[in-house]
């Protein structure tokens, strides 16, 4: 019995996941920004929705810093780049 081509797909994209580095973006704590502004570049940058900007902040705020973005480095590494020229430190690790 031969395999259907629906499973020869999936098995690819599996693969495809597993193999595909993944990196998070961090974004860290300070005294200068408000509340207000992190939340708007992660609405802005990451493409959050005003809930999980407002939770990931709130993290930041009590934690010291939060993965706010999951992927690939290059990708991650625009975000940064992005988040930093608002003045809001992040790494890509």
């Known amino acids: 019995m031969k395999p259907s081509p629906f499973w020869k797909e999936e098995s ?3 693969e495809q996941l597993l193999t595909t580095e993944q990196y998070d973006l961090i974004v ?3 005294n200068h920004n408000t ?3 992190v939340i708007e570049t992660l609405i802005d940058v990451c493409e959050h929705n005003p809930l999980q900007a407002e939770q990931c902040t709130l993290i930041i705020h009590h934690k010291g810093k939060c993965a706010v973005k999951m992927g ?3 990708t991650l590494a625009t975000m940064r780049n992005a988040i930093c020229l608002r003045g809001i430190s992040a790494e890509v690790q």
Do not use: A, Y
Request: hydrophobic share 40%; proline share 0%; net charge negative.
């Open 12 to 14: 690819d994209v599996i």
């Open 28 to 30: 860290f704590n300070d």
């Open 35 to 37: 509340f207000e502004h």
């Open 72 to 74: 690939e480095f290059d």
